[in-house]
């Protein structure tokens, strides 16, 4: 029953046929060919289906592939400035279509709905500047050594692309990877996480109603191992990006390495806010809430490691814990509520046990810990945002991302230990430090091993005209946005001319 309510909500497009969604390949909605399906269902109210997917095979993805190919060379030979048209038009929907997009997000995903819309507003700033950058795809002239030698480059779209989402930013992470890919003239298949299915096909569909051409992208659904590892390891596919955990990241890495496709990986993190004695203390104790606990601790730029010189640690800490306890948990529909639940039971799980382990390891339990119960609570995925104290380097919650909605408080004695704790840890994604001491600041800059620092500045803010990628374990390849989005989806030629 549970399905048909949201089925309905889609009624309007064709990606459904009573209560099932499906692929999109070639241009039109299809079901997979083995006819099996799998449900995704709202983290808040795990009774509620909220639809059923195709849980594709490795046949429906060759396939899938087989038509990106086909569609290459014709999509290939549209100008830029065509393709940005049609991506500007996709763009307009997105604007047009963001409360009903925000609102299916928040039901798979959890996230609260003010959410939901800050993460489609983000994505439409994306488009428009790679939509920007897109007529940009700038080669170069220069002098050659030779008399009536003429040289130059271009740049060339790849062939096929697979874009690889996860669930945390199911609208905005296919929009930074699936924009850039086809502005360069690159075909496209795309897999969205399996818990935020439908969010994807939306997503699709901007694409369709805006008059892309059929077979340019094609969406499949289903499992990493049937769908995500067979676009990685087919020779056909020449670029995989991929957003996800660093396990799953390598895996991609060691396959693709076999056939040369190249890979744009970003990956995990446990991030540090550093807070010296001089830092503004509202400020700091703000962004810090901000950023560990907002969409439920699963960003993965939150901080999960608040890193406090002791002269600060007290009125941090007393400040950081009243903030959390005073953030109120429940459904992200309801405008009332801060953070929603964790995205489903294996998070769920996941989490619950990264707080006993710090429990059992010794980190002082400030507040949080549980899952929350009650009628509103006991059908969804809801755990307390969560402080921990006295917590250490070596202790697991230190060093592993949890991936939730908890926070890890580190007491150091000075600078250069902060530093050093920030820096000990295998990932290098986001970084933050308040003080208003220029030297320390940009002392911190220079020393942080991460893709992206801040200073005085909440762990995870960007912004699209600046690329965005981790270093060490958090990320590999060219980073996506800014710039480099263009860059990764395009190869080089260079042409020499003897003209006399
Ligand atoms: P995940 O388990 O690695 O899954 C990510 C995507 O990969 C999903 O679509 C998943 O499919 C697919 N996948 C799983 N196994 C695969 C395989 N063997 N081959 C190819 N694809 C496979 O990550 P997640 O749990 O969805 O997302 C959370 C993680 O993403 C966190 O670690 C977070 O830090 C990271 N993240 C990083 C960034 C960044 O920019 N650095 C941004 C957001 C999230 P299924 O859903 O079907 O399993
Ligand atoms: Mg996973």
């Known amino acids: 029953m549970a399905a048909k309510t949201v089925a309905r909500a889609a009624e309007e497009s064709a990606y459904t046929d009573s209560e099932e969604f499906k692929n999109y390949i070639g241009g039109e909605w299809v079901k997979s060919a083995k006819e099996r399906t799998f449900e995704q269902r709202n983290p808040a109210s795990l009774s509620e289906i909220t639809g059923i997917f195709q849980a594709s095979t490795e046949e429906d993805t060759r396939n899938a592939i087989a038509i990106a190919e086909k569609a ?32 299916v997000l928040t039901l798979e995903n959890g996230k609260t709905l003010a959410e939901s819309r800050i993460e489609i507003n983000a994505a439409i700033k994306e488009i428009e500047f790679q939509i920007g950058e897109g007529l940009r795809i700038y080669g170069e002239t220069v002098p050659t050594s030779q008399e009536g ?14 874009v690889i989402s996860p669930w945390n930013f199911p609208f905005n992470v296919p929009s930074r990877k699936c924009t850039p890919a086809l502005l360069a003239g690159n075909t ?23 008059g892309l051409p059929p077979g340019v992208l094609n969406l499949v659904t289903g499992s990493g191992k049937d769908v995500g590892d067979v676009i990685v390891s087919d020779p056909r596919v020449k670029a995989v990006s991929f957003t996800g955990s660093t396990d799953v990241g390598r ?24 807070v010296l004695e001089d830092a503004d203390m509202e400020a700091a104790v ?7 606990y907002a969409c439920a601790g699963q960003w993965c730029t939150s901080t999960s490691r608040a890193i406090v010189v002791k002269e600060a640690l007290k009125e941090f800490t007393e400040r950081v814990v009243e903030k959390a ?16 639940p964790v995205c489903g039971p294996a998070q769920l799980k996941t989490i ?26 006991d059908d969804g995925c809801f755990i307390e945002p969560t402080v921990f104290g006295n917590v250490t380097s070596n202790m697991t919650i230190a060093q592993e991302e949890i991936f939730g909605p908890v926070l890890s408080i580190m007491a150091v004695k000075d600078f250069d230990e902060a530093v050093e704790v920030a820096n000990d840890i295998r990932f290098g994604l986001s970084s933050s430090i308040y003080t208003h001491d220029l030297r320390r600041a940009l002392t911190f800059l220079e020393k942080t091993e991460v893709g992206l620092a801040h200073v005085n500045l909440p762990s995870a803010l960007k912004e699209p005209q600046l690329s965005f990628g981790g270093i060490k374990e958090s990320g590999s390849g060219i980073p996506e946005g800014g710039k480099a989005g263009i860059e990764f989806f395009t190869k080089h030629k260079v042409a020499y001319v003897k003209y006399r």
């Not at 935020?196 to 569909?205: C, K, S």
């Not at 703000?286 to 560990?292: E, I, R």
């Not at 619950?352 to 609570?377: C, M, Q, S, V």
């Open 72 to 103: 290459f060379p014709s999509w290939r030979g549209t100008s830029p400035p065509d393709r940005a048209e049609i991506l500007k038009r996709a763009r307009n929907h997105m604007v047009a279509r963001t409360e009903e997009l925000a609102k």
């Open 149 to 162: 030698v003429f040289a130059y480059s271009v740049r060339e779209p790849l062939g096929i692309v697979g």
């Open 188 to 210: 496209v298949v795309f897999k969205p996480a399996s818990l935020t299915p439908q969010t994807g096909l939306r997503f699709a569909q901007l694409f369709i109603d805006a």
């Open 251 to 274: 895996r991609i890495q060691q396959r693709a390495a076999l056939n040369l496709t190249q890979t744009q990986l970003e990956l995990g993190g446990k991030n540090p806010t550093v």
């Open 286 to 292: 703000s962004a810090t809430v901000l950023a560990a």
């Open 325 to 340: 306890e005073s953030l109120r948990v429940g459904n992200g529909q309801d405008p009332a509520v801060a953070m929603g």
């Open 352 to 377: 619950l046990a990264y707080i006993e382990k710090g429990k059992e390891e010794g980190a002082k339990l400030l507040t949080g810990g549980n899952r929350l119960t009650g009628p509103d609570f």
